[in-house]
């Protein structure tokens, strides 16, 4: 499972995967660890902000701690369309973590030419939502957004986050990829949540 972004969501569904004991994990985010952080990003502390470590990095050390047979591939790296192939090839499955539609559409676009199954997943202020997008079976991000939010709309920065929403979303994103990762496609939801 290839998870983009480490930050809230993808710190939390990556806690939780290798947790359940998925065997491989990539994580891929090219931020640092920063005590802001730590209210809504469950998996770091304040040592990890402390040293200013790649989000990548110190999700790596702290699930070797409590599962140390899944192994984490960490990619301190932004998300380009020049290494979106490198850095997801032969990803079972692709996790949303970030926190902006510009990578969501390149992942989306990734998706749909390589027939990649992945989960859309957003949270801010007290909402969330989730998304599942299994290429030629359900809808695509595009099909269902098919321009980009324009103008202002909230984000963390702007309208703050609860932690339980970050746990709620995660949640969810995480029983929806074990549902795919188990064979059980057909158990999985066909609508946005």
Aim: charged content about 20%.
């Amino acid at each position: 499972v290839a998870i983009v972004g480490c930050g809230a969501t993808g710190s939390a569904v990556a806690a939780l995967l290798a947790r359940a004991g998925v065997g491989t994990l990539r994580i891929v985010d090219r931020d640092y660890v920063e005590p802001s952080n730590l209210q809504r990003q469950s998996l770091f502390d304040e040592t990890d902000a402390a040293e200013s470590l790649p989000k990548a990095i110190a999700a790596t050390r702290k699930i070797a701690a409590f599962n140390s047979d899944v192994v984490v591939e960490a990619q301190v790296a932004d998300l380009t369309p020049e290494n979106i192939e490198e850095l997801l090839a032969g990803a079972e499955l692709v996790l949303d973590g970030t926190d902006n539609f510009e990578t969501r559409y390149l992942l989306n676009d990734y998706a749909v030419k390589n027939g990649t199954p992945w989960i859309y997943a957003a949270a801010v202020g007290s909402y969330g939502v989730i998304m599942n997008i299994l290429p030629g079976e359900t809808a695509c991000l595009a099909c269902v957004f098919p321009e980009s939010p324009r103008g202002a709309f909230e984000t963390c920065d702007t309208a703050g986050i609860l932690n339980s929403t970050v746990s709620l979303v995660a949640s969810v994103e995480a029983t929806e990829a074990l549902k795919f990762l188990v064979g059980a496609k057909d158990k999985m939801r066909r609508t946005m949540l």
